[in-house]
């Protein structure tokens, strides 16, 4: 093993997984925004900038459920710490001929990151456009999932590059 390679947090020295402990680290702000892409196609997309899918309005709901997800992320991925974000901001883009971009970021003041929050708003609100456009095609793709940037914490500001 390379010695100068980043210690996976979650593995303790005997190779056996662990919640990470965070009791001895002080809260600061911390900001996290993810994205993710939803290739819908030409007609599905028509249908939601009409806002004529049949099981509602389909952005709305991806928002509230993108929302509502960040707030269960320690529910859903076991090693996360319960977090209470203290906002969460789901924005939805149609963007032509045939995507759904969505960008979710989380806020909080805590001990540890709210990337999980954010990647887990992203995902659940792009599987909710799935799910509500799933009657008018079944070959939507979703991806890429992706951390956009990062604010907070002991390793500071951190932000894609491409």
Same mark, same amino acid.
Not at 9 to 29: E, I, L
Not at 63 to 82: D, M, N, Q, W
Not at 125 to 152: F, Q, S
């Given at each position: 093993?390379?010695?100068? !390679?980043?210690?996976?947090?979650?593995?303790?020295?005997?190779?056996?997984?662990?919640?990470?402990?965070?009791?001895?680290?002080?809260?600061?702000?911390?900001?996290?925004?993810?994205?993710?892409?939803?290739?819908?196609?030409?007609?599905?997309?028509?249908?939601?900038?009409?806002?004529?899918?049949?099981?509602?309005?389909?952005?709305? !709901?991806?928002?509230?459920?993108?929302?509502?997800?960040?707030?269960?992320?320690?529910?859903?991925?076991?090693?996360?710490?319960?977090?209470?974000?203290?906002?969460?901001?789901?924005?939805?883009?149609?963007?032509?001929?045939?995507?759904?971009?969505?960008?979710?970021?989380?806020?909080?003041?805590?001990?540890?990151?709210?990337?999980?929050?954010?990647?887990?708003?992203?995902?659940? !609100?792009?599987?909710?456009?799935?799910?509500?456009?799933?009657?008018?095609?079944?070959?939507?793709?979703?991806?890429?999932?992706?951390?956009?940037?990062?604010?907070?914490?002991?390793?500071?500001?951190?932000?894609?590059?491409?």
């Amino acid at each position: 093993m390379n010695r100068r !390679a980043p210690r996976l947090t979650h593995v303790d020295p005997r190779g056996r997984v662990r919640m990470v402990d965070v009791s001895g680290k002080r809260p600061t702000r911390r900001q996290a925004t993810a994205s993710a892409v939803v290739q819908v196609g030409r007609d599905v997309l028509e249908r939601l900038r009409a806002g004529v899918v049949a099981k509602g309005d389909a952005l709305a !709901a991806a928002r509230i459920a993108g929302i509502a997800a960040a707030k269960k992320t320690s529910e859903l991925i076991p090693l996360c710490h319960g977090l209470s974000p203290d906002h969460v901001d789901v924005q939805i883009e149609l963007a032509p001929p045939e995507n759904v971009r969505i960008r979710a970021t989380a806020r909080l003041v805590a001990r540890t990151g709210v990337e999980m929050e954010a990647l887990v708003a992203a995902s659940v !609100a792009a599987l909710t456009i799935y799910d509500m456009c799933k009657a008018v095609r079944k070959d939507i793709v979703i991806g890429p999932i992706r951390l956009e940037e990062k604010r907070g914490g002991k390793s500071g500001q951190w932000r894609r590059a491409d």
